[in-house]
């Protein structure tokens, strides 16, 4: 579990300078400014995952649960705030471990916005999914997410954060991005959003927790996938 320390205090390390820096600048530029500190938060851990040797069937196995993680999306799409890609990042960070989880949310963001559409929000999105498997892979050994309820609690607990992170690039986009005022009608009307999202967690991580998980482990321990 220390390995993964150094790379996720860089990562979230960039992503607060981003923020300070970002409030220096008064102009049309942060927007941009915060995207490109945002992908900087994202190099180390990317770099990381290619220095590692993988077999070929690790980076399909990767690939499909990413694939499906981001088509997952698509039959809810006429349900804001409802998001299977949550349950289904945690659940795969929970067996097969923390990279493999940052990998699986942040290429899900990036595939899935090939339908929704790609923009400036993408990073954003790809930064809270990334972090929402990083962190499950993180916790996977312990008291918290070794029990039923515990993940029900975590996943509840990344539905509100997810909506958060993505709630400072609202607040970024807009004329007066650090407003208290804005910064409270943002996440006032965020809260909606945010809930659907929590409890779909809760839904999504209770069907999913039981059978899916232990095909996932069969797998992982058959062909030896994804041994940290």
Same mark, same amino acid.
């Given at each position: 579990m220390?390995? $993964?320390?150094?790379?996720?205090?860089?990562?979230?390390?960039?992503?607060?300078?981003?923020?300070?820096?970002?409030?220096? #600048?008064?102009?049309?530029?942060?927007?941009? &400014?915060?995207?490109?500190?945002? &992908?900087?938060?994202?190099l180390p851990l990317f770099i990381r995952l290619e220095r590692r040797p993988r077999k070929s069937r690790e980076l399909v196995l990767l690939a499909v649960l990413s694939a499906i993680a981001a088509v997952s999306r698509i039959p809810f799409a006429a349900l804001p705030g409802v998001k299977p890609v949550?349950?289904?990042?945690?659940?795969?960070?929970?067996? $097969?471990?923390?990279?493999?989880? #940052?990998v699986i949310g942040a290429v899900a963001a990036l595939v899935s916005n090939i339908y929704f559409g790609q923009g400036p929000w993408t990073p954003w999105q790809? $930064?809270?999914?990334?972090?929402?498997?990083l962190t499950a892979g993180w916790l996977r050994k312990s008291w918290l997410l070794r029990r039923r309820a515990g993940l029900l609690v975590f996943g509840f607990i990344w539905g509100f954060l997810f909506g958060w992170i993505m709630n400072i690039w609202v607040l970024l986009s807009l004329p007066d991005?650090?407003?208290?005022?804005?910064?409270?009608v943002t996440?006032?009307?965020s809260f909606y959003f945010d809930l659907a999202h929590a409890l779909s967690?809760? #839904? $999504?991580?209770?069907?999913?927790?039981?059978?899916?998980?232990?095909?996932?482990?069969?797998f992982r321990k058959k062909y030896g996938l994804l041994q940290e």
């Open positions: 220390a390995r $993964f320390r150094i790379p996720l205090l860089v990562a979230l390390g960039l992503f607060t300078a981003g923020l300070a820096l970002t409030a220096a #600048f008064t102009d049309r530029h942060y927007v941009l &400014l915060s995207v490109v500190l945002l &992908l900087a938060a994202l949550s349950a289904v990042v945690i659940l795969s960070a929970y067996v $097969f471990g923390a990279e493999a989880g #940052f790809m $930064f809270a999914w990334g972090m929402t498997g991005a650090f407003s208290w005022r804005l910064v409270a996440f006032a009307a967690n809760v #839904f $999504f991580l209770a069907v999913l927790a039981g059978g899916w998980t232990k095909v996932l482990q069969r």
